[in-house]
């Protein structure tokens, strides 16, 4: 796991109670369809980390994606 995807479940935990067995789970697991569909591991894979942070960062402001 690369230090982004470190960053990005940290902070999907830190959104959700601090439950990092279910921020891991999203991260892996769950299409992103305000993004296009892609999970964020894939963002990250592809060196996209930034769009995931940026949609974190809205969705705890309170945006909606």
């Known amino acids: 796991m690369t230090e982004e995807a470190n960053e990005?479940?940290?902070?999907?935990?830190?959104?959700?109670g601090g439950d990092f067995e279910r921020a891991n789970?999203?991260?892996?697991?769950?299409?992103?369809?305000?993004?296009?569909?892609?999970?964020?591991?894939?963002?990250v894979a592809n060196g996209r980390a930034d769009v995931v942070r940026r949609y974190l960062l809205n969705l705890e402001a309170g945006g909606t994606g």
């Open 8 to 16: 990005l479940i940290g902070l999907a935990a830190k959104m959700n």
């Open 25 to 43: 789970a999203w991260f892996y697991e769950t299409p992103l369809a305000e993004l296009g569909g892609g999970r964020a591991a894939d963002y």
